[in-house]
């Protein structure tokens, strides 16, 4: 089975539309955890009135619904989970070293919009949570805002985030416990406005997917490798291919996932954001493989365009 028999998902097993927006995949114990936003319907919609939710899978097609693994509160405008506040690109992973899962977001005070630029973190014992609110916080006293989790072979934990009011990617390890920004940041692609970054490994060798900076509307994506987090980067360009993909076929980049069957290709996640009505924004997953473009550079990484 290849990467093109994975479908973009739309319903669950119980046939409800999927409300997992701006996510990240755990692969973890043979089964699958999608964490999203969960958009409530309605104009209010761009703001968090629900919380993060979680599906879960064996195959990456049938999702069973897992339930919202982090509310807002309903009742206390004074804490920071507060209903109305801003849950943007949830990304869990497992840490080895404590046996829990890790939970980050963008996070901003309800009635921010997006001006307060914090991260969001929680833990769980399970990978369908509950998970329990630690805090939000300004890694290194530095803006967050779209971001991802990445872990490395060597079990280090890794939290990528647009900061410098996007300008500017900062990579930066967490603490054994994933719990902590430690001090080691890597400042990326300043002044590039990259958002939606996916972090993935291919070949040895570091690859980041990435947007462009419009608000809620489409733009070409932007793909780069490197021999480490550190760097250095090299820009591969637009890594998608045919119609559509000036605009990454009226999608965003969220997540990279290796494909569970076929080595040296990935699933290239995106979203399809209705900005007016964000519950109605759908899916599009994508075949990613590697070609060697240009002659003693890395492969580059090419998103097959949709077939339909
Ligand atoms: C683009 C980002 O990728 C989204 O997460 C969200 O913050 C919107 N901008 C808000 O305009």
Redesign the pocket.
């Known amino acids: 089975m290849n990467s093109k028999s994975i479908p973009s998902p739309s319903v669950d097993t119980e046939g409800h539309p999927i409300n997992a927006h701006?996510g990240g995949i755990l692969h973890h114990d043979g089964s699958y955890y999608w964490y999203g936003e969960c958009r409530p319907p309605g104009p209010a919609s761009q703001n968090a009135l629900i919380g993060i939710s979680c599906y879960s899978s064996a195959d990456l097609i049938a999702w069973k619904n897992e339930g919202v693994v982090l509310s807002v509160i309903k009742d206390d405008d004074s804490h920071p989970l507060a209903a109305g506040c801003t849950v943007?690109?949830p990304k869990a992973v497992y840490c080895a070293h404590t046996g829990k899962f890790v939970l980050w977001w963008?996070h901003d005070l309800k009635g921010w919009g997006?001006a307060g630029a914090l991260a969001g973190v929680a833990t769980s014992d399970s990978p369908t949570g509950p998970f329990t609110f630690i805090r939000t916080l300004k890694p290194n006293w530095r803006m967050f805002?779209?971001c991802t989790l990445f872990v490395d072979d060597d079990s280090s934990g890794w939290l990528v985030y647009a900061s410098d009011d996007n300008a500017t990617l900062v990579i930066n390890r967490l603490s054994d416990d994933y719990l902590e920004p430690t001090p080691i940041a890597y400042r990326a692609f300043s002044g590039r406005f990259m958002?939606?970054p996916c972090i993935f490994k291919y070949d040895a060798r570091y690859y980041l997917i990435a947007?462009d900076c419009t608000?809620?509307h489409p733009n070409e994506a932007r793909s780069a490798s490197a021999p480490s987090l550190a760097g250095p980067w090299l820009e591969h360009g637009n890594p998608c291919l045919g119609p559509g993909a000036e605009i990454t076929y009226g999608a965003?980049s969220t997540y990279v996932l290796p494909h569970p069957r076929n080595p040296g290709e990935f699933i290239f996640m995106a979203d399809r954001w209705v900005p007016e009505r964000m519950e109605d924004s759908s899916y599009l997953w994508l075949p990613l493989t590697f070609r060697q473009t240009v002659p003693i550079q890395p492969a580059r990484p090419l998103i097959s365009p949709p077939q339909d």
Do not use: V
């Open positions: 701006g943007e690109r963008h997006h805002r779209d958002e939606a947007s608000a809620w965003q």
